[in-house]
């Protein structure tokens, strides 16, 4: 067989393949449809996680194209230092982002983490500001919570931040001491009640120049403030960021 034939064979095998293939995956589609987080309807075959309408209807920051310091940059301002600091998206109550968070943290969709981290992942490229990041650190949950979620939230989120940055992460360095309560519905001084000195940071964190903490959703910014300062006091000139799924408004 000459390799002209040979090769046209191949590409008639590989086109067979990909027929068969999109074949079952419609097939599949059909049997098994998936539906919209937000709005419970039916998704197409090329849409993930949320249909296209409500997708649109997501409040973007746009923090990736910002000239002034944001409102995520001004949180921490007079708290902690930190070198950068992004957010996907803007939470309310009412706008669509709740059931996304509330399906990555309650209703064992992690997929929903991984598909808005590549996202994340893709917006932090045009950011210098981030350039210099060694190493991804999902904020840590308790071992108990762990167990009953069955997954950290934020670690689904580094894992598709990682996914198109291809940096390390590291899940051992920062560490939950103890269970706390919720902190939904907890206003910003109580919530610092709740958090402070319940983080252990390891000091091998010292290896690091330049960190990244990923949050699902910040809101007053206790938790990665308490995790911030626990940091200084092992390694007090590393550079520390801070990236979320979530800023609320």
């Known amino acids: 067989m000459n390799v002209q034939r040979f090769q046209g064979k191949e590409i008639e095998s590989g086109f067979k393949r990909s027929v068969v293939f999109s074949f ?21 075959r090329t849409e993930q996680i949320c249909c296209s309408v409500c997708f649109s209807e997501l409040m973007f920051t746009q923090f990736e194209k910002a000239r002034e310091p944001t409102p995520l940059d001004q949180l921490f301002w007079g708290r902690v230092d930190v070198s950068a600091a992004y957010a996907l998206l803007y939470y309310e109550k009412t706008n669509t982002v709740k059931p996304l968070l509330r399906a990555l943290k309650y209703e064992n969709r992690s997929d929903v983490g991984v598909f808005f981290g590549k996202l994340i992942g893709n917006k932090l490229i045009e950011l210098k500001s981030f350039s210099s990041v060694e190493v991804f650190i999902p904020v840590p949950i308790h071992q108990k919570k762990r167990y009953d979620r069955g997954y950290n939230q934020s670690e689904q989120l580094v894992k598709g931040i990682s996914t198109v940055w291809r940096l390390p992460v590291d899940k051992k360095v920062v560490s939950k001491r103890m269970h706390t309560q919720s902190q939904t519905k907890l206003g910003r001084f109580k919530r610092w009640d709740n958090v402070e000195d319940q983080f252990y940071v390891n000091t091998a964190i010292r290896q690091y120049k330049h960190i990244a903490l990923v949050d699902d959703v910040i809101t007053t910014g206790a938790t990665l403030e308490a995790i911030i300062q626990q940091i200084r006091l092992i390694s007090p000139e590393i550079q520390i960021s801070v990236i979320s799924l979530a800023l609320a408004k």
């Not at 079952?24 to 039916?42: M, N, R, Y």
């Open 24 to 44: 079952w995956d419609g097939f599949v589609h059909l049997l098994f449809p998936s539906s919209c987080i937000v709005c419970q309807g039916e998704l197409l």
